[in-house]
């Protein structure tokens, strides 16, 4: 096969994509990807030698470089390219730091593969890929962590955006890199998957710390979902820092800013509440971007992953910038020297677009992080002791194309009026829109934020659990539905299991990358389960099973 690659959830037949990524992903990206994950292996075994005198530039790279591989981020083999012999040099970096004695002790290929040569680059990462390791255990729990780290990655990149570090996540990024070289056994393995989950939880903590240290606490916010008058330019993907910077160039230019998709949360922060042009969201969830960049008319920028195939109609309109890549789309470069990026090319285009189409009216109402929703605690703990709240059920995650996704619509549908919903990510697409009410003013849908937000989930369910008096966090009335579709949605249930949920559905189906026997221990120690039919999913929702 000319690649192979079962990271998402959409993955050919739930086994795997072998000419071409369902996602869109070409052979030579898929397997240049894999070569640059190879190549951070080799980086992080120079780097366990180094420990104490590792410069952090190291680390950073690990971290912007899985970053890169995540699904629907960077389609651009040229920018591939660049990480790898960016990634090749920083290792040769490293193994001169050892002294001769140290170089010896590393005899893996990782570390020893030193070619910069574009077109060895093509014959190496034929052979380093997913598929070389012939265990299909070891296999599973490897990519299980790994797929898991480069949630951990992306999270992490957004905090160091901000100036937000935590040094343990940068070396258990590196501890658990270097661990896929080596022959540990099943327990360590599963052990590491564990660990995986608890960094999981320290690097959506940092991300918090550093949105809300940065913009403010979100709060419960009605966003406008219509359009008005004046040119615009969308903003989607997940980088607060590109929101702020991009609202700060287009102060009195006449230029309206919308949020898409995952960008939705950036209006529930008070930071961005002081621009008047900040005026909505448009469209919905990540795989409608097609029909939705469209008829915006004007340019939209890319600021992180979910950037699916560009169409022509709006190529010469659409811009990335980040770990985000498109070949032949213009891409905005980095920071230089603490300065702000430029998106003057965007603003300059953006006054000769006409206004974009109107496709709806209304509003949506999110911004129940967890601060919002503690200072609704009281009514919360009063509607849960007098009967009206019975359950909550985390509906969390992501959104992705194919239609059993109706599945989570169907459950918020029949859910019964004394539940109330959770949810963060661009999951909540499939319902947020609905009519479902409250209990006591509480909103039966109380989003949280975008999927980073899932901690604000767990941090609420850890308060509960403390005002509740509880010894099980499992005794608390919560119900987990989640939606998933690429590896931050596995970093966030890594990070769920870590803190002790159990009883978890996953759908729309659980990952291929899941051995039959990886699954079994899951199944065995969280009672993890795949969504099933709607009816009696629901019933077993309400009846706590």
Known sequence: MSMFCYQCQETARNVGCTIKGVCGKQETT??????????????????????GQLDK?????????????ITNANFDDTRMNSLIKEGLRLKDELRLKLNDQERKEITHDAALWTSTDESAFKEKAKTVGVLSEENEDVRSLRELMIYGLKGVAAYTDHAGVLGYYNREIYDFLIEALASTTKGLNIDEMVSLVLKTGDTAVKAMALLDEANTQTYGHPEATGVNIGVRSNPGILISGHDLKDMEELLTQT???GIDVYTH??????????AFKKYPHFVGNYGSSWWKQNEEFESFHGPILMTTNCIVPVKESYKDRI????????????????????NPKDFSEIISLAKKCPPPKEIERGEIVGGFAHNQVLALADKVVGAIKSGKLKKFVVMAGCDGRHSDRDYFTEVAKQLPGDTVILTAGCAKYRYNKLKLGDIDGIPRVLDAGQCNDSYSLAFVALKLKEIFALSDINELPIAFDIAWY?????????????????????????PAFLSPNVAKI??????????????PDVAAIVAGK
């Not at 199944?523 to 099933?532: A, N, Q, S």
């Open 30 to 51: 898929a397997n240049l990807q894999d070569l640059l994950i190879y190549v951070l292996k080799g980086i992080a075994l120079y780097a366990e030698k180094v420990k």
């Open 57 to 69: 530039k190291y680390p950073e790279f690990i971290v912007k470089a899985l970053f890169a591989t």
């Open 251 to 253: 102060e009195h230019t």
């Open 261 to 270: 998709s995952e960008m939705l949360p950036a209006h529930y922060y008070p």
């Open 319 to 338: 811009f990335t910038t980040g770990m985000a890549g498109y070949p032949g789309v213009t891409h905005i470069p980095d920071r230089l020297d603490g």
């Open 486 to 510: 690429e590896q931050k949605a596995v970093c966030v249930l890594l990070a769920l299991l870590a803190l002790g949920f159990k009883h978890i559905r996953l759908g729309p189906t659980l």
């Open 522 to 535: 899951l199944i065995e120690k969280f009672d993890l389960k795949p969504t099933d039919n709607i009816e």
